[in-house]
């Protein structure tokens, strides 16, 4: 359509010139002008979205932001399945497809808001206090917008607050004396494969540590921060049946996986989230970015390290900041194995196990990461000193520090990547290139830095029986995170003498996907999660303001709306319980009971649980004292809007589209007629 906005426009501005009065001219002149020119704004968009419809016409271009240059609307990759077949040893031309642009965001408009309020279509920069890592700050919506053509996300310091979820679905408001940002696009814009990349720009610089940023995928099963939603989700990447129970006996460690690919046990049925049998689901995550500056801090002293020291590993010697780059796992290996090879200690870049690569070659003299040097990651994890036996067999103890990364939690599959002072100064490309159950890989500035594929991830069994079958390369909908955070648990934090405030910043973020395998949406028929989110809504959402990010009714059972610091006063109390000790458990009984409209859960009073039946109920906002009461609303099967009277269970009005009462959808129609006589 804009190659023929243009035309139109320069043949109506030559014809009039020659043959009109100069009124007529110029108003032509003027038409045509407009015309090319509304041809040429937003041409790259356009091409760039007829580009992707015309070799995939069953896929949405929706996600394509007008603002991408012509020049970036297809990628060229390998696509063999493992290392060899990308570097063949005879030198022959590898496999290589163009892959087609299917998501961007230039951050091109100025001011823009991520807050759940905006409505932003792609993203949603969320209120919390991250509690997985302890993190000093908080994150507020407040902290993430747009500036100069990127994203920003600016630390600094300034008193404020964040509500955290605990694993049991209790909420609480945590104050930190620094505040953050994070932004995701959790439930809104999800690939399952393909290569994603941004161009980012490092907050503070190369010698003093502390900042801790980040750009990950995770499976839309789970939403980062909300710990009941992750727990037994989070990091699993595993369909066998049985096996994988290493660690789940140790203090702190992972739930058990939530749904397995054994047969449903008594009193669950995962068909009615439209999940099928024998598969197993998760929420793994695969890191692309986390930028760490070694710490400027004596660890043993607690004694700032002096500046100016020369660059490099040695004693005396301030080492390079580096890049973090992991495929984290569940469930755990069984102790006493390990991906890496115990036996690997002449390779310069670690005890690098079969199915993992590290290419050296643009790290040369000359290359395009010249200088740049990758290695293992050092991290004596919980599980690495059963490896001590197989490592003293072979007169390598030197690789304790690498041979098993990870905790209680997670297996890390992890390596990092030197940075320099650029890293801090301009924008530079980090991408992941992923294939479902066959390879992840990792790009710095366009060029492969790591690869696993899935010989990696094989089954393997120690020498007391333990078994964990084969963990999967992600087969799940992933999302895009990007946040800046700061913790002791990543690297020692030299508050002292990091400058506030500081900024992370994001050029772009752009997703591309084999024309033959696009695969977006945060639910896909092999694996979906909108029912499961949708039917556990009060765990997913615990505000008025997100209910929006689920937008879809529970079909096939009763669940409820949950809202943290909030109470339903007055009304008809059908019952209390006490020692309830969720809200979750509390919103089910409303939810199970149809004369149930809004349930009140309270941590304050024996963990009581009060139900009330509908009608004659007031939303009150808590005191700070109480902020830790949650209540809800009871929703019916199919049905967004709360039970109005007793003897509910109906799931909206006949005739009404699945999920959407009559009163919704006669809404909607009011919404889009005032949207029309606006137009007009």
Request: a negative charge; hydrophobic letters at 35%.
């Amino acid at each position: 359509m804009r190659p023929a906005l243009l035309h139109v426009g320069l043949l109506i501005a030559s014809v009039f010139w020659r043959y009109q009065t100069n009124t007529m001219r110029a108003r032509a002149l003027l038409l045509g002008l407009a015309l090319a020119a509304l041809a040429a704004h937003g041409a790259s968009a356009a091409s760039c979205a007829e580009q992707l419809q015309a070799v995939a016409p069953d896929a949405t271009a929706d996600f394509i932001d007008p603002a991408t240059a012509d020049g970036d609307c297809v990628l060229t990759l390998c696509e063999g399945n493992n290392y060899d077949d990308c570097h063949p040893s005879d030198g022959s031309t590898p496999p290589l497809r163009n892959y087609q642009l299917v998501f961007s965001d230039e951050f091109a408009e100025d001011g823009r808001s991520m807050a759940v309020e905006a409505g932003d279509t792609r993203w949603t920069a969320e209120r919390m206090w991250y509690a997985g890592t302890e993190d000093m700050e908080v994150y507020t919506p407040d902290q993430v917008t747009t500036a100069g053509g990127a994203a920003v996300i600016t630390m600094e310091k300034g008193q404020d607050w964040g509500p955290v979820q605990r694993d049991n679905g209790t909420v609480w408001n945590v104050t930190k004396d620094y505040k953050s940002g994070f932004f995701s696009s959790w439930n809104k814009f999800c690939f399952t494969g393909g290569y994603v990349e941004a161009a980012l720009w490092f907050p503070g610089d190369d010698y003093i540590s502390g900042f801790w940023p980040a750009f990950w995928l995770m499976g839309n099963l789970g939403r980062p921060g909300y710990l009941a939603t992750t727990g037994g989700f989070w990091p699993y990447t595993y369909t066998g049946c049985g096996g994988g129970d290493s660690g789940l006996d140790q203090p702190g460690a992972n739930k058990p996986q939530r749904i397995t690919a054994c047969p449903d046990p008594a009193g669950f049925d995962r068909t009615l989230y439209g999940m099928q049998p024998g598969v197993g689901r998760g929420a793994p995550e695969i890191d692309m970015v986390e930028m760490k500056v070694p710490p400027s801090i004596d660890e043993q002293t607690g004694e700032p390290i002096p500046l100016g020291l020369p660059r490099g590993g040695g004693p005396g010697q301030r080492p390079w900041p580096f890049n973090s780059m992991t495929l984290q796992l569940a469930p755990l290996l069984p102790n006493a194995t390990t991906w890496m090879d115990p036996t690997n200690a002449d390779t310069p870049q670690g005890p690098l196990g079969e199915g993992m690569y590290l290419p050296q070659d643009a790290m040369q003299t000359g290359g395009v990461l010249q200088g740049m040097w990758t290695h293992a990651t050092y991290w004596r994890g919980d599980f690495a000193d059963g490896m001590i036996p197989e490592l003293k067999k072979y007169g390598n103890m030197d690789l304790l520090d690498n041979i098993r990364p990870g905790n209680v939690v997670q297996d890390s599959v992890s390596v990092m990547a030197t940075l320099n002072s650029s890293h801090f100064s301009s924008y530079h490309k980090f991408g992941l290139d992923w294939k479902p159950q066959q390879y992840v890989r990792w790009y710095i500035d366009g060029q492969l830095v790591y690869e696993i594929d899935a010989v990696a991830l094989r089954a393997q069994t120690n020498s007391t029986g333990h078994t964990t079958f084969e963990r999967l390369i992600p087969v799940e909908a992933m999302f895009i995170i990007l946040n800046f955070a700061m913790s002791d648990s990543f690297t020692k934090v030299d508050i002292d003498r990091l400058q506030f405030p500081a900024e992370y910043k994001i050029d772009y973020v752009r997703v591309y996907q084999d024309p033959e395998a696009i695969n977006l949406g945060c639910s896909p028929p092999d694996y979906p999660t909108a029912q499961w989110i949708a039917c556990n809504r009060d765990v997913y959402v615990n505000t008025e303001a997100d209910q929006v990010l689920v937008p879809d009714a529970c079909e096939k059972l009763p669940t409820c709306k949950a809202e943290w610091g909030y109470e339903y006063q007055g009304g008809t109390q059908l019952g209390s319980m006490t020692n309830v000790t969720s809200p979750f458990d509390c919103c089910q009984a409303c939810a199970q009971d149809s004369d149930c409209g809004a349930w009140v859960w309270n941590p304050y009073y024996n963990l009581a649980c009060v139900l009330k039946a509908p009608g004659g109920l007031v939303r009150a906002k808590m005191g700070s004292q109480y902020e830790g009461i949650i209540s809800g609303l009871a929703l019916d099967p199919g049905s967004l809007e709360p039970r109005t009277s007793g003897g509910g269970g109906g799931g909206g009005t006949s005739g009404a589209p699945p999920g959407r009462s009559v009163r919704s959808t006669l809404g909607w129609l009011a919404l889009c007629v005032a949207a029309l006589a606006a137009l007009l």
